[in-house]
């Protein structure tokens, strides 16, 4: 037990001793003087330069969003609900019909393809009411 204790007196007093002990690293000091760059400068140029190019906005152009006008003529909580109505309905309309899941109403959805014009998609969906399967029909409105 004895040799337990002197071993752990001398590991004590070796990192006491190592731990205090002082570097050249710390001590040394660079004998290099410090550069002020902003010495060098002995006039300065006050004067406003007209030497830059005139700076033209252009013309503000106001884009107009471009919107679709798709005709949904149906929305359904299964897939295969959604294709047996696209089944039984096409021979129906002149107009191909396309379905997909929709998150933001999680259905899956049928529609028409979109049309660039509120009146023309008004025209089909109007006609679309005239048949019991589409009297459901309505336009959404896509940016």
């Known amino acids: 037990m004895k040799t337990k204790s002197i071993i752990g007196l001398i590991f004590l007093a070796f990192l006491f001793l190592t731990a205090c002990s002082t570097t050249e690293e710390t001590t040394k000091e660079t004998s290099e003087p410090e550069v002020y760059v902003f010495d060098d400068i002995t006039d300065v140029d006050t004067t406003a330069s007209n030497d830059l190019p005139e700076i033209v906005p252009p013309n503000p152009q106001i884009i107009e969003p471009i919107f679709q006008y798709i ?13 047996t109505f696209i089944d039984a309905n096409k021979s129906k309309i002149d107009f ?48």
Do not use: H
């Not at 005709?71 to 294709?83: L, P, Y």
């Not at 089909?124 to 336009?139: S, T």
């Open 71 to 83: 005709v949904q003529v149906g929305a359904f909580t299964s897939e295969d609900r959604a294709k």
């Open 96 to 143: 191909p019909m396309e379905y997909f899941y929709s998150d933001s109403v999680k259905l899956w959805v049928v529609q028409l393809p979109p049309f660039s014009n509120r009146e023309d998609a008004e025209t089909v969906r109007n006609n679309l009411w005239q048949m019991k399967e589409f009297k459901d029909a309505f336009i959404v409105t896509k940016e």
